[in-house]
């Protein structure tokens, strides 16, 4: 877009690439804990638009809406990184869930229920629960895990809420990692299978999704980490 003067119109491409802003933001949250604003992350993710802006140039033979997505993410990165989004005993809570997931699908050779996991992990139900809507789900698969089974904590957002060098679509890439991650899928429960394919394959946000299995967005979060968890169970020992 260009004014009368043959100069990029600033205005309307921001206006224009707005969507693109509130897609990112809003993908990015359903990794997040809930202390985190989408709002707050639109933005960031604008002030990140107005530097691609400003710094792009069509003769680097790059797309503006690749360009801007990357400089979108890292500002939005930054702000979380700065924000140190993510305390420590909600990462002990993550490993905990998937831990007790393994157990018990190495003991009763299933996917283990809810309520079997709350029980595994000496807490009611609804505290389970709790706990799952507080950790959120996370990336499905931490490319640093697969390649050196690493539980340290450094770059620990970079794996979680990854740029498009890590993004699981990226990884998915390999093969025999997606052989391995569909079976995965397949074997979970089937209202868990329907919000990871509405999540992944059709980019839907939670909200939505909560409107079409007809529970609350809560609940979605609930089960979207349940899921996660599952997953990091099953590809750990891949």
């Given at each position: 877009m260009y004014t009368a003067k043959g100069q990029l119109d600033r205005d309307a491409l921001i206006r224009q690439h707005v969507p693109l802003v509130r897609r990112i933001a809003h993908h990015m949250i359903a990794k997040l804990p809930p202390n985190v604003e989408v709002d707050d992350l639109i933005q960031v993710g604008m002030m990140g638009l107005a530097e691609a802006l400003s710094r792009y140039e069509a003769t680097q033979g790059v797309q503006f809406e690749t360009f801007a997505t990357q400089r979108i993410r890292g500002a939005m990165l930054d702000e979380l990184r700065e924000g140190d989004w993510m305390s420590r005993s909600s990462r002990k809570s993550q490993k905990d869930i998937e831990h007790a997931v393994r157990r018990l699908e190495q003991k009763l050779g299933r996917s283990p229920l809810e309520s079997e996991i709350a029980a595994d992990m000496g807490m009611p139900l609804a505290e389970y629960q709790s706990l799952l809507g507080k950790v959120r789900g996370t990336q499905l698969v931490y490319l640093e895990d697969m390649a050196h089974g690493n539980d340290d904590e450094d770059g620990f957002l970079d794996r979680h809420v990854a740029d498009s060098d890590a993004d699981p679509l990226e990884l998915l890439r390999d093969h025999r990692l997606r052989s391995s991650?569909?079976?995965?899928?397949?074997?979970?429960?089937?209202?868990?299978?329907?919000?990871?394919?509405?999540?992944?394959?059709?980019?839907?946000?939670?909200?939505?999704?909560?409107?079409?299995?007809?529970?609350?967005?809560?609940?979605v979060c609930q089960l979207h980490s349940q899921s996660i968890a599952r997953l990091r169970a099953k590809m750990r020992s891949h």
């Open positions: 991650l569909v079976q995965a899928i397949q074997s979970l429960p089937e209202r868990e299978q329907y919000i990871m394919g509405m999540y992944y394959e059709h980019d839907m946000n939670l909200k939505e999704i909560a409107a079409v299995l007809g529970v609350t967005e809560s609940r």
